[in-house]
């Protein structure tokens, strides 16, 4: 549900950007938007979401975080879900590439045609429905190579933008992409559920982990997107890119284990 509504406001938030700045200027956005957000922090505070005594709580457990323990934790973890952090890893390089490189590309395209400034919102649209329609379908088992298979296709997809040159095309490209990389997300999400129900008191760890390499891509991704764009501009890259998608997911098909076993042995001497 908190995904969907990611989606929604990733969706429809470029476009009433791009309407305030064709009304009003740069300086409306920012009023606007700082507005929405005061707003949204009052209401957030009114309805009580901000439970004090469960931050207290949280503050006390974290007094006894031991950052070299913790590391140690990971490192076990790693060797036994690697591939899907790996995934989640790539998935995020993709998403970073289209929330850097690809504001860029659709501005070029938005002076070509009108179509290329719906490059993002093309690409944001498909996780607004398909989460929910993943979830129906009640896919129980191979989630890992389905979500490696949908992650091939993206970037497959991906790398086809740089040999096309019509903002249509492209805008339509994105997103398939979208649907794609949606997909993948969505049964991720489902491994990890299956995989923390197995872990018990000891999932903060794996939650941790997920989390950091996420934010992992977000910080690398622009950075890499960004060197090759100014080396060889925004369609290549978007190229290059899924076609080095394309390649680990189709790497990893290979080397995922069809079950990722959990070291119970290790976890249960793990302190809480």
Same mark, same amino acid.
């Given at each position: 549900?908190?995904?969907?509504?990611?989606?929604?406001?990733?969706?429809?938030?470029?476009?009433?950007?791009?309407?305030?700045?064709?009304?009003?200027?740069?300086?409306?956005?920012?009023?606007?938007?700082?507005?929405?957000?005061?707003?949204?922090?009052?209401?957030?505070?009114?309805?009580?979401?901000?439970?004090?005594? /469960?931050?207290?709580?949280? /503050?006390?457990?974290? &007094?006894?975080?031991?950052?070299?323990? &913790?590391?140690?934790?990971?490192?076990?973890?790693?060797?036994?879900?690697?591939?899907?952090?790996?995934?989640?890893?790539?998935?995020?390089?993709?998403?970073?590439?289209?929330?850097?490189?690809?504001?860029?590309?659709?501005?070029?395209?938005?002076?070509?045609?009108?179509?290329?400034?719906?490059?993002?919102?093309?690409?944001?649209?498909?996780?607004?429905?398909?989460?929910?329609?993943?979830?129906?379908?009640?896919?129980?088992?191979?989630?890992?190579?389905?979500?490696?298979?949908?992650?091939?296709?993206?970037?497959?997809?991906?790398?086809?933008?740089?040999?096309?040159?019509?903002?249509?095309?492209?805008?339509?490209?994105?997103?398939?992409?979208?649907?794609?990389?949606?997909?993948?997300?969505?049964?991720?999400?489902?491994?990890?559920?299956?995989?923390?129900?197995?872990?018990?008191?000891?999932? /903060?760890?794996?939650?941790?982990?997920?989390?950091?390499?996420?934010?992992?891509?977000?910080?690398?991704?622009?950075?890499?997107?960004?060197?090759?764009?100014?080396?060889?501009?925004?369609?290549?890259?978007?190229?290059?890119?899924?076609?080095?998608?394309?390649?680990?997911?189709?790497?990893?098909?290979?080397?995922?284990?069809?079950?990722?076993?959990?070291?119970?042995? &290790?976890?249960?001497?793990? /302190?809480?």
């Amino acid at each position: 549900m908190i995904g969907v509504v990611s989606s929604i406001a990733y969706c429809i938030g470029p476009l009433i950007g791009s309407w305030l700045f064709l009304w009003r200027g740069n300086l409306v956005i920012i009023f606007v938007y700082a507005a929405l957000a005061l707003i949204a922090y009052v209401v957030w505070l009114a309805v009580g979401i901000k439970d004090k005594k /469960k931050a207290v709580e949280e /503050k006390e457990e974290s &007094e006894g975080f031991n950052l070299l323990e &913790e590391v140690e934790y990971w490192r076990v973890l790693f060797h036994h879900v690697w591939p899907i952090l790996l995934v989640s890893y790539i998935l995020g390089i993709v998403d970073a590439t289209f929330w850097t490189t690809g504001v860029v590309l659709s501005d070029v395209l938005s002076k070509q045609s009108w179509l290329g400034g719906f490059l993002l919102p093309a690409f944001t649209l498909p996780a607004i429905f398909l989460g929910i329609v993943v979830a129906r379908m009640g896919i129980y088992k191979g989630k890992k190579k389905m979500a490696e298979k949908f992650m091939l296709l993206s970037g497959v997809l991906m790398a086809a933008i740089g040999f096309v040159d019509s903002p249509a095309a492209i805008v339509f490209l994105a997103l398939l992409v979208g649907v794609m990389i949606s997909m993948a997300w969505t049964l991720v999400s489902a491994v990890y559920s299956d995989i923390l129900a197995r872990m018990g008191k000891e999932q /903060k760890h794996l939650m941790g982990m997920s989390s950091s390499m996420t934010n992992l891509a977000y910080i690398t991704g622009p950075v890499m997107a960004g060197v090759m764009a100014n080396s060889i501009g925004e369609k290549q890259t978007m190229m290059w890119i899924g076609a080095a998608v394309a390649l680990a997911a189709f790497v990893l098909l290979f080397v995922t284990p069809k079950k990722l076993k959990l070291p119970q042995t &290790e976890m249960a001497e793990w /302190k809480d």
